[in-house]
């Protein structure tokens, strides 16, 4: 069963930067290559929201409140999906989440970020 591995949170000042890394256990090469990946994340006493998707085609899609701050990125042979996140808010601060377009496999448990003065 494929597991997603977070990475890279913690605790910043606001306008910080973090840059998370989900790895993809037991996905074969060509099925993560193949698939379309995304970030999404969960703030206290709210539902889990989408953040940013990559297509197999390296194609980009943002949350609105986080276009120019953050860029997602794959790297197919470790596996890997990254998210670069600059100028970070108070409102980001949430755990945060990878998995697939459709949000289909286990979710794993997730790396906190937290934005704070």
């Known amino acids: 069963q494929v597991q997603f591995v977070e990475a890279g949170g913690g605790s910043v000042q606001p306008g910080g930067s973090l840059r998370l890394s989900c790895r993809a256990s037991?996905?074969?090469?060509?099925?993560?290559?193949?698939?379309?990946m995304a970030w999404y994340r969960q703030a206290p006493g709210k539902q889990r929201e989408f953040v940013a998707s990559?297509?197999?085609?390296?194609?980009?899609n943002y949350l609105d409140s986080v276009k120019d701050r953050f860029t997602i990125s794959k790297d197919n042979g470790k596996r890997t999906v990254y998210l670069q996140m600059n100028s970070l808010e108070p409102e980001d601060t949430a755990v945060y989440y990878c998995?697939?377009?459709?949000?289909?496999?286990?979710w794993g448990q997730g790396t906190q970020v937290t934005v704070s003065s």
């Open positions: 037991r996905m074969i090469l060509s099925t993560f290559t193949s698939t379309d």
């Open positions: 998995n697939d377009i459709r949000a289909s496999r286990s």
């Open positions: 990559i297509a197999a085609s390296r194609s980009t």
